[in-house]
């Protein structure tokens, strides 16, 4: 007997996922090094040498994650021809959400008017977009959706102790965004890795404010709601995570670091991406670095230097770019996309 074959999208060939947008939104407000003298024990040439960050943007009062999100996603709309209407999935990368739920995502719907969309929030930390970029992915691929917006933003002044010199230089505001389709011609995400440690969770977190120690006044007296971190074990782990995610995308391809156009990580500190070029045999002009403007942005900080290398040409047709992250979890990923 002859059976019927039905013709279900798990019939279908799997899809190349592209970038076809990238948009970004900073807020105004520029707090520099000076200024953060005045507030904190630290001075510019310490915060200079240590993480070459010179200045950050701080979000203006009521400005929340997702009115940055929303900003960042129009432009990147605008940016790949995409209309709002257009949108199946809203992934925001988040470890700064407007509220516990509704998700942020939900919020960016209904500012940017995508009334199809679905929409939730991925939690990884400074990881958090290449995440968010890999989960939409799998639903590209897989033919479930084919227009994707993915998000990584964060307000990060919101949970930084300003009186703790040892974090409140580090971070600053923002958010970064791209329209993901399938477009053919062998362009698209090549390769991509993911890899997490929960046994590090306590080097980098925020232990406040969950279930396990909600919100209670010596909690916050403690500045548990705020990020707690050891620097240097979060430093060493950093390196060996993202030379590690960035060996890993690069096996799987069959490349090697001379076929990298571009390299865009995350943007925490100088000397992490300079030990990493250094290990990689690679000159620091192959890497993307704003993090002297814009400070560690989190979820942010990888979709707004992608951003800024898209608008900047730093990548052409063709070229091989690798973006590989790091953060609180541990997390870490990487991928390389054939722009
Ligand atoms: N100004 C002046 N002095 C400072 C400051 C500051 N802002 N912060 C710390 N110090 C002091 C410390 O108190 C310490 O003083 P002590 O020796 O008297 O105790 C001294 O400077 C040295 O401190 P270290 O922590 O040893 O400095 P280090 O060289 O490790 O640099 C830093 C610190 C910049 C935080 C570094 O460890 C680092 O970049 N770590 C990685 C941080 C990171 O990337 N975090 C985020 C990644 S994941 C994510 O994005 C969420």
């Excluded at 060996?240 to 390299?263: H, K, P, R």
Aim: charged letters at 20%.
């Amino acid at each position: 007997m002859n059976r019927p074959q039905p013709r279900t999208r798990h019939h279908l060939p799997k899809r190349t996922v592209s970038i076809i947008g990238t948009g970004s939104y900073v807020p105004e407000k520029i707090l520099t090094n000076a200024e953060l003298e005045k507030l904190v024990d630290t001075s510019d040439e310490w915060i200079v040498t240590r993480t070459g960050i010179r200045e950050r943007r701080i979000a203006a009062e009521g400005e929340t994650t997702s009115d940055m999100a929303a900003k960042a996603a129009i432009a990147a709309l605008e940016n790949s021809g995409v209309g709002a209407e257009e949108i199946d999935l809203i992934l925001v990368a988040t470890v700064t959400p407007d509220m516990f739920f509704p998700s942020t995502a939900c919020f960016v719907q209904t500012k940017i008017g995508a009334k199809k969309a679905a929409c939730f929030d991925v939690s990884a930390a400074c990881s958090g977009f290449l995440y968010a970029l890999e989960v939409a992915q799998q639903f590209i691929t897989s033919h479930t959706y084919n227009t994707i917006l993915v998000i990584g933003a964060d307000k990060l002044s919101s949970i930084v102790d300003w009186k703790d010199r040892n974090t409140c230089v580090l971070f600053g505001d923002g958010a970064g965004a791209a329209v993901l389709r399938h477009r053919g011609g062998g362009h698209g995400v090549v390769a991509t890795h993911m890899g997490s440690n929960g046994d590090l969770a306590e080097i980098l977190h925020i232990p406040g404010g969950g279930c396990k120690s909600p919100l209670t006044a010596e909690n916050l007296g403690q500045s548990l709601n705020t990020i707690q971190m050891n620097g240097k074990e979060t430093y060493k782990q950093a390196v060996t995570a993202m030379l590690g995610a960035a060996n890993s995308v690069l096996e799987q391809s069959g490349l090697g670091f001379d076929d990298l156009a571009c390299i865009i990580p995350h943007q925490a500190n100088l000397r992490i991406i300079e030990a990493i070029a250094s290990r990689m045999n690679l000159p620091m002009d192959r890497f993307m670095v704003n993090l002297d403007r814009f400070g560690n942005t989190s979820a942010a900080a990888v979709a707004i230097a992608l951003d800024e290398a898209h608008r900047t040409g730093r990548m052409q047709v063709g070229d091989y770019v690798l973006l590989v992250v790091f953060g609180g979890g541990l997390t870490w990923a990487s991928s390389i996309i054939h722009w």
